[in-house]
């Protein structure tokens, strides 16, 4: 297992949560996704899976989701 964490620009609300937390758990071998939401601030996501995760992977998922991966 695998514990990644991604900082997440744009989030203010759980529905914004839910997005990021969808797109993310359809990338194949994601197991865990948490976010710790700061309203109108950057986001911490941590993604546990099965193997190191692609970053360009995630940039997408999070950009499907509306919403930008910092860094």
């Given at each position: 297992m695998t514990t990644s964490t991604f900082t997440v620009a744009g989030m203010t609300c759980g529905?914004?949560?839910?997005?990021?937390?969808?797109?993310l758990s359809a990338i194949p071998g994601v197991g865990e996704v948490t976010v710790a939401l700061v309203p109108g601030e950057e986001s911490t996501v941590t993604v546990v899976s099965d193997a190191p995760l692609d970053l360009d992977?995630?940039?997408a998922a999070v950009d499907e989701a509306g919403y930008d991966l910092v860094g």
């Open positions: 529905h914004c949560v839910a997005a990021v937390t969808t797109e992977a995630v940039r």
